[in-house]
């Protein structure tokens, strides 16, 4: 992935993945999330499924709730009861000096200033921390991105058709069943190289 030139080690790098519904996005951010050499590059990482609300105060308190650090511990208080300033107090606690990676998942606000002002909330960090983005949308992508997004394609049909055939059918048994491989190949027409769900069969 190319690098931003306004992304240096001191300011805060913004990964988009971007592409359809069932593609992958989550699937590949946790495993970046989980690998062994994330584990050791940040102290802190935290994942937040986002999806169409994009409150900051409830941002806020699922961030702070969020990560592998031993400082706050489980259940200290009702977070929904503190307002906005004792929350940002205690996020800028929670990061300062901190290098973080944090995982925004199923972002669909497309409201600049809401990310700005979440931004600007998390940039109290420690060098080089990072944010990965998974979206839908490359409007979304561009607005938070500070590197070019790593977007997802689908495989080809050959590729989905191959793939449904193994799971569907036991090697060979698919030559007894032509009718079925034919409704498995429109199946995979309306996935578009993606995972089988609702959003790719409407």
Do not use: Y
């Not at 102290?43 to 706050?72: A, H, T």
């Not at 929904?80 to 944090?102: A, P, V």
């Not at 590729?159 to 032509?178: D, N, Q, R, Y």
Request: glycine share 8%; hydrophobic share 35%; charged share 25%.
């Amino acid at each position: 992935m190319q690098q931003n030139p306004n992304d240096d080690d001191t300011s805060l790098s913004v990964i988009p993945i971007v592409g359809i519904g069932g593609l992958g996005k989550t699937t590949l951010a946790k495993f970046v999330f989980n690998d062994n050499r994330i584990q050791e590059c940040f102290p802190l990482k935290m994942w937040v499924c986002v999806s169409d609300d994009f409150d900051i105060k409830q941002l806020i308190i699922k961030i702070i709730n969020s990560g592998n650090d031993e400082d706050v511990p489980p259940h200290q208080q009702n977070l929904n009861m503190l307002d906005m300033e004792q929350l940002q107090k205690q996020l800028k606690r929670k990061l300062s000096g901190q290098k973080f990676l944090l995982v925004l998942d199923d972002v669909w606000n497309e409201e600049r200033v809401k990310w700005v002002e979440l931004r600007n909330l998390i940039q109290a960090s420690g060098a080089g921390s990072k944010v990965v983005v998974t979206t839908r949308s490359h409007s979304i992508a561009s607005m938070m991105g500070t590197v070019p997004s790593h977007i997802l394609e689908g495989l080809s049909k050959e590729e989905s058709l191959s793939l449904f055939v193994k799971w569907a059918f036991k090697e060979g048994e698919e030559e007894k069943h032509p009718h079925l491989v034919n409704i498995g190949r429109e199946i995979v027409k309306k996935c578009r190289g993606g995972s089988i769900g609702s959003e790719n069969i409407r």
